[in-house]
Every structure is written in structure tokens, then in C-alpha cells.
């Protein structure tokens, strides 16, 4: 059974901090690229790309949050995270934790996270 099952959400006032926790089964976390996504509120909004690590450790992190946000795992608890520093507004929506396995695109149920003051 494959499950990526995200936490950490919450409210948070502009310019704060949060860690979002994404706990993964070990068939799709071993030896696999993790990502997150996030989905701003409001219908027909797109899933926007946040960043990836890939197994050996290497992060890419799309331009919006490049400084600010930190992606990293613990393999030895199937885990990835992404740290979030100097939050914006902007920044506000469901973060979801993903990853391709067998073929297939997975993803976690999301966790909201709202910036706001």
C-alpha cells in the first residue's frame, strides 16, 4: 500500500515559520525523488511545483520560494519536510506531498496552510 500522509499545517502571521512533515510508506520513499506541491485558494487554480529532493539529497526549489523555503528527508524515518521561513500571503493554500512510483503520480491528502495576520 502506497500512503503519503502530510501534517504541520496551521495559521500563521506573515513573515512567521512553519515545518510541514510528510510521513511516507517505504516502497515509494526508498531510493525515490519526493516533491511537495501546493494549490492556492480559489477554484481553477493550478497545483504549483515547490521543491524536490532527490535521494541522495539534492534539493531544487522553484523561484517563488528559493531562500526561503527548505526541503530535506529522514530516510530512516520515510520522511520529507519543508521548512518555511519569512511566510507570505502569498505562500497561503494546500501543500501536498507527491511522488512517482511504478508509473504512477501519488499524492498525500494535503495540509492547509494559511498566512495571514
Known amino acids: 500500500q502506497v500512503q503519503l500522509v502530510e501534517s504541520g499545517g496551521g495559521v500563521i502571521q506573515p513573515g512567521g515559520s512553519l515545518r510541514l512533515s510528510c510521513a511516507a510508506s517505504?516502497?515509494?520513499?526508498?531510493?525515490?525523488?519526493m516533491y511537495w506541491h501546493r494549490q492556492a485558494p480559489g477554484q481553477q487554480r493550478e497545483r504549483e511545483w515547490v521543491?524536490?529532493?532527490?535521494?541522495?539529497?539534492?534539493?531544487v526549489y522553484a523561484d517563488s520560494v528559493k531562500g526561503r523555503f527548505i526541503i530535506s528527508r529522514d530516510n530512516a524515518k520515510n520522511t520529507v519536510y519543508l521548512q518555511m521561513n519569512s511566510l507570505k500571503p502569498e505562500d497561503t493554500g494546500v501543500y501536498y506531498c507527491?511522488?512517482?512510483?511504478?508509473?504512477?503520480?501519488?499524492w498525500g491528502q494535503g495540509t492547509q496552510v494559511t498566512v495571514s495576520s
Open positions: 507527491t511522488a512517482r512510483y511504478r508509473g504512477n503520480n501519488y
Open positions: 517505504a516502497n515509494i520513499f526508498n531510493s525515490n525523488i
Open positions: 521543491a524536490t529532493i532527490a535521494s541522495g539529497g539534492g534539493t
